[in-house]
């Protein structure tokens, strides 16, 4: 684009500013290349005349557009400058408060001097595992990449940390760590991860001290090594340090404090311990109140004493070294206040013997108190032949003692390191490790010296290192996109560096300079200028001569020379090292012994000896080579080191910046910013990125944003890469703006704004088209009803046109006849004024007589009104005079009524409702007053203007007479009219004085009704406010009980809420419990197991988990129904459904059986009538009339069963007819023909089986048969063998048999009438609740559609559609889902049903083999008796037990438990282990073998727990055992004859209770294992479900087209480049709500109770709400509308999961209703007051910080969104200040709501359980 284009009207642009630094414009006319002025707008709308030059003034950089501001990633930016990034970071960090941002590879983390709920173990969880552009920028994420990149490219990590002093550096490098020792936590039970982070606050006391810039400021530099082993677990750590600030000790400026270790040990001096240290308070001492504050606001030293002295312990330090430790730190505050004072001369010192602080120092260090006084004022100087002993002046004497103070403090601090390094030092091997390097930034004060020469030299060196770090990694994302790329010229500060370490550099001149015996500081000032004076890094001051000036990367920096050779020298006199050496404490000497010993005493000395040996004589000793060397050499080298670690790994770089100087929370200084955003690199990673492509996208991204802009015949066009290369070249003529790489488009800088503004240009223009089609529309709208309107006018107006002609019409006709009348009439009035004349002349003649008569009768009538007038007064009079008396009488009367009324309302007024009353009546009154009153002054008021105008006109008059009089005395002298004149005259005036009484009159009457008005509306107010303070009182009084009630219902409320809460927390401390419970046995376990199993174990081979086929399904009676019910349900169901119902085939199956019981019994009478025969060979025969009752019985049996053989056959047959009608009507249904087959099937494979039974029935048949004839013959024979008396006698024993027989029958038919009568009862209750719940839905169903109506109506057309067509497609993609679940069960019901068949089929072709073979082994051996041996199948009465050996106990829980498969007993009885073992248990206890019980249920409890340990991560094994132990617990409450038990019982079952024991103990053990189990259950599931609800909740586009896409930084680019398009890491809805499915039915096929899986649901979907939670509240790309919209369809589809599986009562709804309440949040207005009111009241389940953050967070996708404001913010926050909400951003993800196993009875009788053949029970004997 061109200048023209770029610079044109209403661009915005940055302009320099002296204080903001760069300040903000509109362009208000059109800019063409060459003119010298550039008409800008402010902000503030003043105009300003910017001027261009070509060098002094350029072109001001162009703002990004609002779209853009506020990005995470500063590289997302589409114009990339300094104006840009400082504007970004300033808007992210004031508005939305977020303190790091992404700048490339640099976070940029701003010191918010603020407690921040974001660092907690929640936040870990939640970055742990993710991308790192895929959350907010958090130093958690480089963290979490870091950790990921060691593992995925086996590379060691750096984490460079770097800042000014109070930046945060320490706080970031402690939060990192944190993050490793959470994530990699060690593998065994060292605890590394916590001695990590316990040597943390022991550097921090150790290294740390307050400046004015920082409370916690490190004065030293370090880096942390963390090492792991190949499963990436901690196994170990190590630190090194730099230059610590060894003059901190003695010295300390204004407003600072020495290190922290002092001030903690100061404030703990009264421990017990510590008496003998003598410290007093640290202002006490001189080296802790030089800065004269030894306190910081909102630090408790002694409590961080406690922390430290933890640490030490954790560390392994004894307690005697940590007391030594404290020796010496108490030593050193006594030794600065050792008073050296001067001699007379000068030049030499002495110290008092009674020194105090010099006693305790030489007692805490074991030296001698009379050398340590001598040395501290002496010095020694040996020479060649001589040793000279030489005084000390004072001054001298000091700088010795703080010498020697920092010599030992830097010891010790050297001997505590390499204690951590020991404790963390491991013996295993290191696989990689991760380095976090805090270390200090670029600084630059007033006076600069030789520290902030070291630091800065170090980030010279760093930078360095930096930059080239940032060119490969673009040089790598270039070459492996493909890009063709050229070279960019970066900032290079090799010269800056070989100033200051290159041979002859600064260093190398200061250690020469150290050499000199005589060397001082300005010779070697000197000799930097005569050497350097030729680089260009190099300056000297034109001011001074002792300092020099050093041009580094990111300042100009003067250094003062004073103290360079001093501090480099860093010397210490040997003397005093030698007492120390001396010291009676062995570590106290061990500090200052050589770390380099000779030859020979290394080879001597063992490496691990502790042994120290000295001898008795102290010797001269030649100093060493390490005493030597320099603290800039030592400096050199330990740097040196450091970069070459540094290379050796991959650098992650966090950037502090500080953004004030007054540590104000959250307040941004825009200078000081930049100062160290130029100083830290930030900008220069900006300018390097900037020099090349640093806008990048993605090729669906790219299409997906900008596919408004292309046409639609380039959609169809299969390949996007081709699209969008067809696209860029249409738009963007210039082919270097951008580059086509493999995955991505490369863009120069400005290029997405310009593809933005195409973009928003085409979205102007389609809103142009769309409002001008609708205005059309409007328009014709608006014309057709003006058209039909002027149609209406013009038909109405010719109505009245025809209406006016027909009205004229009708005149003409009128006009003739008026005509006709008008001649008559004037025919008629010529007659009747003739008439008239006549009449007119006699009427004067009779008027004239009659007012004579008149005149008469006047004057007679004016005498009657004198009369009348006269009269009247005379009563009147009288009338006064009687009504005074009157009135006198009634006042006095009225007057003794009103004292009697008023001693009663005095009375009355006491009482409230009387007030109220009087208060209504005196309001009311006082208002008629106040009207009265009003009335009254109007009048006053008219009545005056009236005598006013009187007053004028009498007065005019007056004038006027006296005027005509004047006038008349000057026409004539006439007397008597002078005098009528002057009367009139008098008259007048009188008349006029008379009005002028009258009026006062009036006034006063006026006055003193109002003053009486006055009067009495004071006392009514008076009274009112009596009444209303007496009403306030009584309101206060009711007030006051009514709160006392309420505060006694909810104290009541609120204690047993309390207790619940309380029983909750009980309940949940103790499943704690149980967890820690089984993790300290699990490692129980694996210690055994290592101990005692070391070698490779192997499992056994001939174990094999095949299911064998022929396993016999066990299926309980209560399960199925009658054969009737079944063909009735086949015809309600439809052949559709009951094709796969396997309900049917049980009924039928329960027919059959029914028949084989019917068989049987028939085979034991047989079996007994064969018996008998025998018996009767010697006893007395049966007459034939007992046979035949006999034979009659058995015919009416045998009659029985043929009758409901045929009646079964007859029902199958109508079945198979039913079902095939049906079938061939949905013949066209491939589904419902293979239903119908394998119906058919079935019924075959039954009908076959009821062949066999109908077969063998007619066998019994013929026996039966043949045993009445042998009867017949037999008791023929003994009729006539024996007599009649002995057959007689034998009857009565065989009636009684026959009785009891009877009577046994009849109780069994009795409880078999119960059993059924029950089961129709409970079959009732069911369907009954069913209908209950079929109702409640219809309810809720009429209720939805209501409220959609009621919203769809309240909608305008257009959104009604819109709102329908969202529905529909919610409405299909729901029965979608319920058809693919039916697809599903369908699927799943057909493999069982097959899988059934072929075992019955088995089956039956087993029972043919028997019955062959038996039939063979019958005729061989018998031929008269057939089939006798088939039907012999009857075992005894099975009673519910089953016996096993001793030595078979570790075989049964081997092949029940170890060994078990779920799917081996997927097709029998749910749970059929647990009854296996209670069956057996009950056997146990039935034989009273306590031994026997105890040894079986520890083992199972053993056994369950190994098992679990084995599958920990397998769902379905872990929720077999959950529902086999809750089952088995359930029976033994069940049977264990507690009778809250057996309430629900059968007779039968309470037969099988316990006899001999009480299992309660082992209950409660079971009950432990169930919650252990359920809580592995929980975890398996959220294990699974993990990595799957971001991507399916937040993610994946349920609502295709509805998410944009906005442009990404490096952060997000640089995540993806490993990762496929379409990997495993995308999941959708369909497969989360799948996956929670299939976790519902292994559950529901396990057997578990459906009231614990509603609890596992529950708990998985506050997982997933949890998660999806904290990424909304961490992912800033996630927050927009469309977002919402997704997440709400999400969670509706959820619910309706949930309706679909009955679980909508379980309580996960409510678990989802803080992201229920986000998405509505993100959908709704946020501008108005009235939208902040009803976001407060809509939000109830979201904190303050939580609505808070969902708003800063808040991005619009386009420019037709708008941002929240700063001051709506601020309104939330207001009004949410009221709520007492945790202080909590992030939800808990670990959280486990308590699990209550409710008691559910088994409805199953033991005596009727099957076991499968295939579980090899075969030792199992029943009982």
Known sequence: MSVNELYSKYTRVWIPDPEDVWRAAEIIKDYKEGEPILHLKLEDESPLEYRIGPKDNPLPFLRNPDILVGENDLTALSYLHEPAVLHNLKVRFLEPNHIYTYCGIVLVAINPYDQLQIYGEEVINAYSGQNMGDMDPHIFAVAEEAYKQMARDERNQSIIVSGESGAGKTVSAKYAMRFFATVGGSANDTNVEEKVLASSPIMEAIGNAKTTRNDNSSRFGKYIQIGFDRRYHIIGANMRTYLLEKSRVVFQAEDERNYHIFYQLCASASFPEFKDLALTSAEDFIFTSQGENIFIEGVNDAEDFKKTKEAFTLLGVKESNQSSIFRIIASILHLGNVEICSERDGDSCHISRNDPHLTHFCRLLGVELEQMEHWLCHRKLVTTSETYVKNMSRKQA???????AKHIYAHMFDWIVEHVNKSLHTSSKQHSFIGVLDIYGFETFEINSFEQFCINYANEKLQQQFNQHVFKLEQEEYMKEQIPWTLIDFYDNQPCIDLIEAKLGILDLLDEECKVPKGTDQNWCQKLYDRLSSSVHFQKPRMSNIS???????????????????????????????????????????????????????????????????????????????????????????????????????????????????????????????????????????????????SRWTYPDFFNRYRVLMKKSDMTVGDKKLVCRNLLETLVKDPDKFQFGKTKIFFRAGQVAYLEKLRADKFRSACIKIQKTVRRWLQMARYKKIRKSAITLQRFGRGYMARRYAEQLRLTRAAVICQKQYRMVRERRGYLRVRQAVVTIQAFTRGMFTRRIFQEFLLHHKAMIIQKHVRGWLTRRKFKVARNAAITIQCAYRRMRAKRELKQLKIEARSAQHLKKLNTGMENKIVQLQRKMDDQTKDLKTQNEQLVVAKASLGSEVNKLQKELETMRSRQGDGGQLTSLKDELEKLRAELQEAHAHRKKLEEEHSNEKMRFEQRVEELERENSLLKSEKEKMNQRILHHSKSTEDQESSASQSVGRVQAELDEERQRYQNLLREFSRLEQRYDNLQEAKFQPGHRRNNSNQSSLESDSNYPSISTSEVGDTDDAIQLVEEMGVEKAAMDIGVFMKLQKRVRELEQERKRLQVNLEKMEDQSKRKGTEPKMTSEQENADLAYNSLKRQELESENKKLKNDLNELRKAIADRASKNSSSNELQDGYNLLLGQLKAANEELDVRKDEVLILRSQIVTAAQQKEKETTNHIETNNLPEWTNSKKPIDKEEALRSYHGLCESKKLLEAQLQSQARKHEDELAAFHTQVELLKDDIEKKQEMLNHTMSLSPEAQVEYSVQQEITRLTNDNLDLKELVEKLEKNERKLKKQLRIYMKKVQELEVSVTAAASQSTTAKPEMTRQVTVQR?????????????????????????????????????????????????????????????????????????????????????????????????????YSGDEAFMTQNTAKQNEHCLKNFDLAEYRQVLSDLSIQIYQQLVKVAEHVMQPMIVSAMLESESIPSLAGVKPMGYRNRSSSMDKDEEGPGSYTLEALIRQLGQFHVVMGEHGLDPEIAGQVVRQLFYSINAVTLNNLLLRKDVCSWSTGMQLRYNISQMEEWLRGKNLHQSGAVVNMEPVIQAAQLLQVKKKTSQDAEAICSLCTALTMQQIVKILNLYTPLNEFEERVTVSFIRNIQNRLQERNDVPMLLVDTKHTFPVLFPYTPSALSLETLHIPANLSLHFLTRV
């Open 1434 to 1534: 009857r075992e005894k009465d099975f009673e519910g037990m089953l016996e096993y050996y001793k030595e078979d106990e570790a075989l049964l829980v081997k092949t029940l438990i170890t060994d078990m498969k779920p799917h081996a007993v997927s097709a029998t009885v749910p749970c059929l282990p647990a009854y296996i073992l209670f069956m057996c248990i009950r056997h146990a206890d039935y034989i009273n073998d306590d031994q026997k019980v105890h040894s079986l249920l520890t083992s199972t409890i053993n056994a369950i727990k190994k098992v679990l340990k084995k599958n920990n991560d397998d769902f379905e094994m872990t929720s077999f055992w959950l529902a086999n132990t809750s089952r088995l617990l359930h029976c033994l409450k069940q």
């Open 548 to 694: 020099f000036i050093i041009i580094h990367f990111a300042d100009k920096v003067e250094y003062q020379c004073d103290g360079f050779l001093e501090k480099n020298r860093d010397t210490v006199y040997e003397e005093h090292i030698n007492i120390l050496k001396a010291s009676k404490f062995q570590l106290v000497a061990d500090l200052f012994q050589d770390t380099n010993k000779d030859g020979s005493s290394s080879t001597s000395s063992s490496k691990s000896s502790r042994i120290n040996v000295r001898s008795a004589k102290p010797t001269p000793k030649v100093p060493n080579k390490e005493h030597r060397k320099t603290v800039g050499h030592q400096f050199r080298s330990s740097l040196q080191l450091l970069m070459e670690t540094l290379n050796a790994t991959t650098p992650h770089y966090v950037r502090c910046i500080k953004p004030n100087d007054e540590k104000e929370a959250f307040s941004f200084d825009s200078r000081r910013a930049v100062q160290q955003l130029r100083a830290c690199g930030v900008l220069e990673t900006i300018r390097i990125s900037a020099a090349g492509y640093p």
């Open 398 to 404: 000091a700088n010795a003692r703080d010498a020697l």
